[in-house]
């Protein structure tokens, strides 16, 4: 598995703005799908769920089959003022927190990090590089966004990079995360439509509509977060078709000098 890269991938919907309508393969409880990249060389990617143990269980089973190198790829909740929804991020390092604890960090790996950013600004597309987070639970208001970023200065906020940088830094393997934000810094995301989300992903419907009826007024929060959500999809798109669509040039990188 030496000439194979790893992908932790938390939501399906992430996974189809990547791969589009892929067939993916039932690996224990997970799904995996294997791609070929260029020259022989593979992708291989878990389908996650949402979450830090997910990720750590994800990232696990990819570490056990030798992979050169890990990542994460998905949305976040954005907390830089100056990040609006589909604003990309590379990561340079993920912190962990824990409510107002500010836990463990890692680094990922610089010339990863070094090669994926000047990919996607010299092609045109408006990338930062910069620290991010990650929470077991989640960020949900306006205030708790501001301080995190006042805190940490990470520029977004996910539930499963640092669980992906803690096994990848045990292991001795390169790791790297590229993020797009979804809810922008000053948006909040309804309690009621964190709680009818399923560990996957996926919208309990009758849960939802439930909290519909009690408050209407969240259908008009729920079409904002969709177009957010919609516009960083597309912004996952363009940065994986950029950057990594055929993985040459991180193996360039990770080649043995």
């Not at 001795?172 to 309804?190: E, I, K, N, Q």
Request: glycine share 10%; aromatic share 6%; proline share 6%.
């Amino acid at each position: 598995m030496s000439d194979v890269l790893g992908l932790v991938v938390a939501l399906p919907g992430e996974a189809k703005a990547l791969f589009g309508k892929s067939r993916w393969q039932n690996w224990g409880v997970r799904k995996i799908l294997c791609r070929p990249l260029s020259e022989g060389k593979e992708l291989l990617c878990v389908l996650a769920g949402v979450g830090v143990q997910n990720a750590a269980f994800a990232a696990k089973l990819l570490l056990e089959r030798g992979v050169r190198a890990v990542g994460v790829v998905g949305v976040s909740g954005g907390t830089a003022p100056e990040l609006g929804a589909g604003g990309l991020i590379v990561a340079d390092g993920v912190q962990q927190i824990d409510g107002e604890k500010a836990g463990p960090s890692w680094e990922t790996a610089p010339e990863l990090a070094e090669l994926l950013w000047a990919l996607l600004n010299s092609s045109g597309v408006p990338t930062v590089r910069g620290p991010i987070a990650t929470s077991a639970s989640p960020v949900l208001s306006v205030h708790q966004k501001s301080a995190i970023y006042a805190r940490t200065n990470a520029l977004a906020i996910d539930m499963e990079s640092s669980a992906v940088a803690c096994a990848a830094a045990r292991a001795g393997c390169p790791f790297f995360a590229l993020r797009a934000v979804c809810d922008p810094h000053d948006r909040a995301v309804p309690k009621e439509l964190s709680d009818a989300l399923s560990e996957t992903g996926a919208v309990r419907p009758a849960a939802l509509l439930r909290s519909l009826c009690r408050r209407p007024s969240l259908f008009s929060e729920i079409i904002a977060l969709r177009s957010d959500f919609n516009a960083a999809l597309g912004a996952l798109e363009t940065g994986w078709r950029i950057s990594l669509a055929n993985g040459e040039p991180l193996f360039r990188v990770l080649s043995p000098k």
